[in-house]
């Protein structure tokens, strides 16, 4: 199956900085890829939708001043937590969506996630 | 307002029962994936069905797609401790959204006691 990957795997900052979480989607072109958040034993939360080339599409409740989303191309894209804060200690998973599957139906393949603990 | 509802949210079996995991909406999905996902990494897809009363198996795995798309079903025979571990239903796109996004459900977390 296809390949996404995500950097850093695990990090912890302090209160007030920034942290960039990288996402590749390492064997194939990704028309669209999404960020995710999930606490421990729960669903995935989407954060936003970020298409190459033009801005992020934020879901509800999501401040997009806080949570920087840059798609420069079409294998990569950035989350930058902007002065994090405890609150953000999350794990944040993105995914990648491209390619399709026999039936024609274009598929979501998910990045390992980055665990984040904000001091 | 989540979408897709998964029951149940918590399964503690025992080695070698059986169990079924539903993932209901009220929306109609063009499909529907379910995904496995282990502590500290990303889902895993399991599987993608896209015809409304499709079924299909993965090894003791059983995934059926509702008639009308809007609900699924996760058949696990003879369950091990190699399938613990969090149960995502995810569907999309949704034909009465125009986003394009995936919908996940609520998730079934699923321990197997040896």
């Known amino acids: 199956g296809a390949v996404v990957s995500q950097h850093p795997s695990r990090v912890i900052c302090k209160s007030g900085t920034s942290v960039k979480i990288e996402c590749r989607s390492l064997d194939f072109q990704a028309t669209t890829m999404f960020w995710y958040r999930q606490f421990p034993k729960q669903s995935l939360m989407l954060m936003a939708t970020?298409?190459?080339?033009?801005?992020?599409?934020?879901e509800q409740g999501v401040e997009k001043d806080k949570f920087l989303i840059n798609h420069a191309s079409l294998t990569l894209s950035t989350l930058t937590v902007t002065s994090a804060h405890p609150e953000d200690s999350s794990f944040y998973i993105c995914?990648?969506?491209?390619?399709?599957?026999?039936?024609?139906?274009?598929?979501?393949?998910f990045g390992p996630g980055t665990r984040l603990l904000v001091l | 307002t989540q979408l897709l509802e998964q029951s149940p949210q918590f399964l503690s079996i025992q080695e070698g029962e059986n169990l079924t995991v539903y993932c209901n909406s009220s929306?109609?999905?063009?499909?529907l994936q379910w995904y496995r996902q282990e502590p500290g990494e990303g889902p895993v897809l399991l599987v993608t069905?896209?015809?409304?009363?499709e079924v299909k198996k993965l090894k003791r795995l059983t995934f059926q797609f509702g008639d009308a798309r809007k609900d699924s079903s996760l058949h696990i025979t003879a369950a091990q401790p190699g399938d613990t571990g969090l149960y995502l239903c995810a569907g999309g796109p949704n034909f009465t959204n125009t986003g394009n996004q995936f919908y996940f459900g609520t998730g079934t977390s699923l321990t197997v006691i040896p």
């Open positions: 069905v896209v015809t409304g009363g």
């Open positions: 970020s298409n190459e080339g033009s801005k992020a599409t934020y």
């Open positions: 995914s990648a969506r491209g390619g399709t599957t026999s039936g024609g139906i274009e598929t979501q393949y």
């Open positions: 929306s109609v999905f063009s499909s």
